[in-house]
Nanobody, 121 residues
Framework: VQLQASGGGVVQDGGSLRLTCVASGRRLERYSVGWFRQSPGKGREFVAAISWSGGATYYGDSVKGRFTTSRDNAKNTAWLHMNSLKPEDTAVYYC???????????????WGQGTQVTVSS
């Protein structure tokens, strides 16, 4: 499966963005979807994950209560809704897919190219 992430941009402190991850090649419903981010000088950080049907989600501690993830398998698409953005959320955000479900590790099989999110103070 190929993944295409988009929706990044520049937003002010406290603003919102929605990232989109579109799958092609295979049906996204076969995969759980994870969201990760990486900023300069830091390792890859787990942000959120959603199960195959969308019935289960979980989030990294730093984004709980501010970010939500959702998906529409009929559209082969997943989203990351980001609210109350902070300057420390600035990073390149990636979507990823794998058959397995659970955990915060980044051992996903398929990765999108990343989209830059910049939060200005």
């Amino acid at each position: 499966v190929q993944l295409q992430a988009s929706g990044g941009g520049v937003v002010q402190d406290g603003g919102s963005l929605r990232l989109t991850c579109v799958a092609s090649g295979r049906r996204l419903e076969r995969y759980s979807v994870g969201w990760f981010r990486q900023s300069p000088g830091k390792g890859r950080e787990f942000v959120a994950a959603i199960s195959w049907s969308g019935g289960a989600t979980y989030y990294g501690d730093s984004v709980k209560g501010r970010f939500t993830t959702s998906r529409d398998n009929a559209k082969n698409t997943a989203w990351l809704h980001m609210n109350s953005l902070k300057p420390e959320d600035t990073a390149v955000y990636y979507c990823a897919a794998r058959v397995a479900w659970g955990g915060t590790s980044d051992d996903y099989d398929y990765w999108g190219q990343g989209t830059q999110v910049t939060v200005s103070s």
